[in-house]
Nanobody, 120 residues
Framework: QVQLVESGGGLVQTGGSLRLSCAAS????????MGWYRQAPGKERELVAR???????DYVDSVKGRFTISRDNAKNTVYLQMNSLKPEDTAVYYC??????????????WGQGTQVTVSS
């Protein structure tokens, strides 16, 4: 069983910053890609940023230049530094990881979600 524990969400004013963290634990051999998704009320979940096992990153256009994804492989943790936040960034943010389980099977896991609210 794999668990992803997220932290760092909250309420911030426009222009402020937050840092999300997601730590993976459980019965797995390795972690491949890690990413952050978000879902705003009435909208579909969208990929915000992802980072490969080698450190390559991708971002949705709306956050480029403002958000930075990083990972600490020793801690099985992925981070999302969010700067210059806007009200349209308000959403529940979910961590997602691609894992190799101990039985050799590929799997994907989701965190429980953390609320980010940006006030205008």
């Amino acid at each position: 069983q794999v668990q992803l524990v997220e932290s760092g969400g909250g309420l911030v004013q426009t222009g402020g910053s937050l840092r999300l963290s997601c730590a993976a634990s459980g019965n797995f051999l390795s972690i491949n890609a890690m990413g952050w998704y978000r879902q705003a009320p009435g909208k579909e979940r969208e990929l915000v940023a992802r980072i490969s096992s080698g450190g390559s990153t991708d971002y949705v256009d709306s956050v480029k230049g403002r958000f930075t994804i990083s990972r600490d492989n020793a801690k099985n943790t992925v981070y999302l530094q969010m700067n210059s936040l806007k009200p349209e960034d308000t959403a529940v943010y979910y961590c997602n990881t691609a894992l190799i389980l101990r039985n050799g099977v590929s799997s994907r896991s989701w965190g429980q979600g953390t609320q980010v609210t940006v006030s205008s």
